[in-house]
């Protein structure tokens, strides 16, 4: 099996900080992207940002400036540093990965259980 492990959500200010941490485990050949989704109440899931395996990156429009994304392939895990934090960040992230998990099997989509993040005004 493969699990997605989050932590660092959380509660603060507008203005303020959080970081998110994602780690993969289990049986993993190689992850070909993870990222960050998020989903507000009432609102689609929508992706925060995502990295590849090389180190590219792709930043939703509403976060580009502010969140920054990274990656330890050594680790499977993601950062997620996100800074400047807006009252419309409010929602559950989602870690997802794609990756293949032995050599001849096709890639796949796993996700974590959601972290919330919540941002005041």
């Known amino acids: 099996q493969v699990q997605l492990v989050e932590s660092g959500g959380g509660l603060v200010q507008a203005g303020g900080s959080l970081r998110l941490s994602c780690a993969a485990s289990?049986?993993?050949?190689?992850?070909?992207?993870m990222g960050w989704y998020r989903q507000a109440p009432g609102k689609q899931r929508e992706l925060v940002a995502a990295?590849?395996?090389?180190?590219?990156?792709n930043y939703a429009d509403s976060v580009k400036g502010r969140f920054t994304l990274s990656r330890d392939n050594a680790r499977n895990t993601v950062y997620l540093q996100m800074n400047s934090l807006k009252p419309e960040d409010t929602a559950v992230y989602y870690c997802?990965?794609?990756?293949?998990?032995?050599?001849?099997?096709?890639?796949?989509?796993?996700w974590g259980q959601g972290t919330q993040v919540s941002v005041s005004s």
């Open positions: 997802n990965a794609n990756l293949l998990r032995t050599r001849w099997s096709k890639s796949a989509d796993y």
């Open positions: 289990g049986i993993i050949f190689s992850i070909n992207v």
């Open positions: 990295i590849t395996s090389g180190g590219s990156t």
